[in-house]
């Protein structure tokens, strides 16, 4: 601080005085102000607003007033004498002597006379900004410069806040209107022009809903729009189709504030106007189709749905959606704005190379525009149908599903010739997804349908589904008193056709047959595949003699001969029939009912076909109890049982043999007929066990006998066609003979002529296996069955037994004798043993033996009987080998 400054806070024109001598301010205008002008002089300058300091030729300050005071936040006293450089930013201290002196010099100076803005540094460190006004003062020879210095800091702030505010206003995609009192536009921004196009000249002076209006705009929308600026609602927002100054669909979301001047009245209207057209089509089209979807919302619904979501999004356009069947014709789905005539004119058509914009562009996989229907050739054929009912273009394009392949096609129609807009392409682009979503996922449906509810091999409704359908039938067959049959179909033979040609041609047979069952069903009739050879169809209002008529028509169909892969097949069907209401009121009883019918059927006569009816429901109640009593009479519990009857030579009368004949003693029932219970055994799968029993008791009972030394030379066993299926029947027999000591010799097995007639190479293979063990081979009932003769040298037989048939009649009966005699003579030239079964009389003993049959077996000789009976009987008689 320089001597002779003032250090209190004094007038800031006395500094000046002081410092100079006199009051430099009053001394510029006037020679000696007087004291009440001085007054004055410093009363203005303490009540400037603006700082004012003046500086002398030393640049030491001279007046410092309050304003400058409250600019530095410097004390007078701290500055007055001190070089004006202390108020100033560092950096520019040096710059600012030099260009005083410079001035000081030269007299110029760019500062003097202007306004600039400096920056000055504060008492307490901080910057501010401010305008600063220098002017030269001329004083009694002396240069002092005086500075008004007015704090810009604020207002600079300011201004940069409000170009910032300016260029968020303009640089933002939204658009923002202000509207005056009157709801004339006065200002848009920058972002309003771009989305609408309009300059702000062109809306200023305009009403916001005269400016968005277009020829779709909801007019209710609109109105409700200006009444809320009408009435001043605090704040009103909706969506709204608004159009461009080029008519370009925008969809927009519309918020509308009024802005209250202080009184509380409306001075201003702003409003934001934000571009959804994009969301729109995300979150209207895909939103509401795809939760429609989740909602398991049917295909049918789900178009309509999309078609009229696109049509509210732009309602300049008529929406399609066509499916393409199998047969490549387009199918309607929705097209909810287009003429239901129309849609039934399109409904059918082939797709093709020339068929208007949808079949042409199913058929090249690509979109087809046509700008203008009248004059396209592609529409040459159908612009008859659309252009009485105002469809001008048409722009179609393929709905692909995920292999590419086409599903349908989704289209636009116009009403003017035009090509589609920006929107319509991405209403394609999004529509054209959803349509091959909910195409592909019915397409699934109803794969995961099919393969739920019908048969994958012939393409029949399921057990399932068959058991819906025929549910609803019965509903309707009470409900309208009407009768209704149910036929349970069985192929014969069909394991045969399957083990011997193959599954492959099994298969074919059962496809052929749903085809052929499908062609004799009438409309309404219900045919599906239980399982394996299994059909049943269901005949709504059918009676007997109409089932009578039925069946036999689907007998002989199924009975034509056909060829699959290369075999001839001449297949034949057992069917039962049980009828509504008489045979049950139920689908489980009704189908259970048909079924025994059936089996009656087949063991009467293959290929025929039975009704229920009570007889035939208490036998096979009856049957199934047996079964259950067999399975029981196998196991532990027993019940079964060998009798033995004697073959002896025809002329002597020497044991030979004896043939193990098996009883059922039912605890129940009594003695049952072997015929019965083997046959039950075969049809419940209880003949192999049936088999291993006799073939295990048999040994076991021989080898009794020749560890006791009873004379039975061997023992002879029935087996079923079946068991020659069972190729485990060899090893069975060798282990039994093992285990019970017994030579290959001693056991001999009977088979009946069916056991030739099967075609099954296992059964012969079985045979040879047994036969190659040692153990001799009878073919039993000789004469009864459908052998011929050519069918003897396949299996490897040692003996045939003549039927008990022949002999019974040989006395009376010619035919019989002559017969008899033919057997015999085969018998003699194919070299096999011939044995005379069922020989009751000693005529018939003494014709067959005459006739040079050696071995006779029969009540004359002796019953079958047990096995301690027969040792009895055996005592009495010689033996030997016949
Ligand atoms: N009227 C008359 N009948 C006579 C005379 N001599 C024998 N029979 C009967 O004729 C049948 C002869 O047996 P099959 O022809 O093999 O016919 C047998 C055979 O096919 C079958 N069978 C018996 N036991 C078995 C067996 O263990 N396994 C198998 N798979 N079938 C058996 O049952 C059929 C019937 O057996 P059965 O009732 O025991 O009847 C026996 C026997 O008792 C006679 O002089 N007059």
């Known amino acids: 601080m320089s001597a002779g400054v003032p250090t209190g806070h004094g007038d800031p024109v006395d500094a000046l005085a002081e410092h100079g001598g006199a009051h430099p301010c009053l001394a510029s205008a006037t020679p000696a102000p007087a004291p009440a002008a001085h007054s004055l002089l410093v009363q203005t300058l303490e009540q400037a607003i603006d700082g004012v300091v003046v500086i002398d030729e030393r640049n030491e300050v001279v007046v410092f007033n309050a304003a400058a005071e409250r600019i530095w936040g410097h004390p007078r006293d701290a500055v007055l004498g001190h070089d004006v450089r202390m108020l100033m930013p560092m950096e520019m201290r040096a710059r600012h002597d030099a260009n005083l002196h410079r001035h000081r010099v030269t007299g110029v100076n760019r500062i003097v006379g202007t306004e600039v803005e400096v920056p000055i540094e504060c008492a307490d460190g901080s910057r501010r900004q ?10 009694e020879g002396r240069s002092l410069y005086c500075a008004f210095v007015r704090d810009n800091t604020q207002h600079r702030e300011l201004l940069a806040h409000q170009r910032l505010l300016s260029t968020a206003v303009d640089e933002s995609d939204i658009a923002m209107i202000v509207g005056g009192a009157d709801q004339r536009i006065v200002f848009a921004n920058a972002g309003c022009q771009r989305m609408f196009g309009y300059s702000l000249h062109e809306m200023v002076g305009q009403r916001l809903g005269d400016l968005l209006m277009g020829p779709h705009t909801d007019p209710a929308t609109l109105q409700a729009l200006t009444a809320a600026q009408d009435c001043g609602q605090q704040s009103f927002a909706t969506e709204l189709l608004a159009y461009t100054k080029d008519g370009r669909p925008l969809w927009v979301s519309t918020a509308v504030n009024p802005v209250h001047d202080a009184q509380g009245l409306v001075c201003n209207f702003v409003s934001v106007l934000t571009d959804i057209t994009q969301t729109k089509l995300h979150e209207v089209l895909q939103f509401r189709v795809l939760d429609a979807m989740a909602r398991e919302t049917p295909m049918l619904d789900l178009m309509l749905l ?10 300049e356009l008529i929406a399609s959606i066509l499916q393409v069947d199998d047969q490549g014709r387009l199918r309607t789905l929705a097209g909810p704005s287009l003429p239901p005539a129309y849609c039934a004119q399109i409904d059918g058509l082939p797709i093709g190379p020339v068929v208007g914009s949808c079949g042409t562009a199913a058929w090249r996989n690509a979109p087809v525009l046509v700008t203008d229907i009248a004059t396209d050739p592609l529409w040459a054929d159908f612009k008859g149908l659309a252009l009485p009912l105002g469809l001008r273009a048409c722009w179609s394009s393929p709905i692909r599903g995920g292999d590419g392949q086409v599903l349908g096609t989704f289209a636009f129609y116009y009403r003017e010739p035009r090509e589609p ?11 054209l997804h959803l349509c091959a979503l909910i195409l592909e996922r019915e397409k699934t449906k109803a794969h995961i349908h099919q393969l739920a509810f019908y048969d994958t091999l012939t393409g029949l409704p399921n057990r399932a589904l068959l058991r819906a359908k025929t549910e609803r039938a019965l509903h309707e067959a009470q409900r309208t008193g009407t009768p209704l049959a149910v036929l349970f179909v069985d192929l014969d033979r069909f394991k045969q056709v399957n083990d011997t040609h193959g599954h492959l041609v099994g298969d074919g047979l059962l496809v052929e047959l749903a085809q052929r069952l499908r062609g004799v069903a009438r409309a309404g009739d219900i045919i599906g595949r239980l399982s394996g050879d299994e059909f049943v169809a269901v005949l709504p209002d059918c009676g007997g003699s109409q089932a009578v008529a039925a069946v036999e028509r689907l007998v002989a169909a199924v009975a034509q001969p056909m060829v699959v892969h290369g075999v001839a097949l001449h297949p034949r069907a057992s069917v039962g029939v049980a009828l509504y209401p008489a045979d049950g009121g139920d689908i489980d009883t009704l189908i259970r009912h048909a079924d025994m019918a059936m089996y009656q059927a087949k063991t009467h006569e293959r290929g025929s076909f039975r009704f229920f009816s009570a007889e035939l429901n208490r036998q096979a109640h009856e049957r199934a109890m047996l079964e259950a009593d ?7 519990a027993g019940g079964l049982a060998l009798h033995y009857q004697p073959k002896v030579t025809a002329e002597a009368g020497r ?10 003693q039912h605890p129940r029932l009594g003695a049952v007929p072997p015929l019965r219970f083997v046959a039950l055994a075969e049809d419940c799968g209880l003949v192999h066990a049936l088999g291993h029993w006799v073939l295990g008791e048999a040994c076991r009972q021989m080898a009794d006998w020749r560890a006791r030394g009873v004379p039975v030379p061997h023992v002879a066993v029935n087996l079923s066609a079946s068991n020659f299926l069972d190729a485990s029947l060899p090893g069975v027999i060798a282990g039994l003979l093992q285990r019970h000591g017994l030579a290959s010799g001693d056991l001999t097995v009977e088979m009946t002529e069916s056991v030739m007639l099967n075609p099954d190479p296992v059964v012969l293979a079985t045979v040879q296996a047994v036969h190659a063990l040692g153990v001799k081979v009878s073919l039993d009932d000789f004469g009864t069955g459908y052998s011929s003769l050519s069918h003897l040298h396949r299996l490897p037989i040692t003996e045939l037994k003549l039927d008990r048939s022949f002999v019974q009649d040989i006395e009376h009966d010619p035919m019989a004798r002559a017969l008899t005699v033919s057997v015999l003579r085969i018998g003699k030239t194919l070299g096999l043993t011939v044995v005379a079964e069922g020989v009751e009389t000693e005529a018939q003993r003494r014709f067959v033996a005459d006739e040079g049959c050696p071995v006779v077996q029969g009540y004359l000789v002796s019953k079958p009987v047990p096995a301690e009976a027969l040792e009895d009987w055996l ?8």
């Open 421 to 431: 807009s920006a929107l319509h392409r991405r209403l394609v682009d999004v529509s």
């Open 655 to 664: 044991v030979c043999g004896v043939e193990a004949l098996l009883r059922w």
């Open 630 to 636: 067999l399975r029981e009479a196998l196991g532990p």
């Open 875 to 882: 005592q009495l008689k010689p033996t030997g080998a016949g």
């Open 130 to 139: 401010a305008l600063m006004a220098v002017s030269q003062i001329r004083f």
């Open 306 to 315: 999309l078609c009229r979501e696109v049509e509210r999004t732009a309602p």
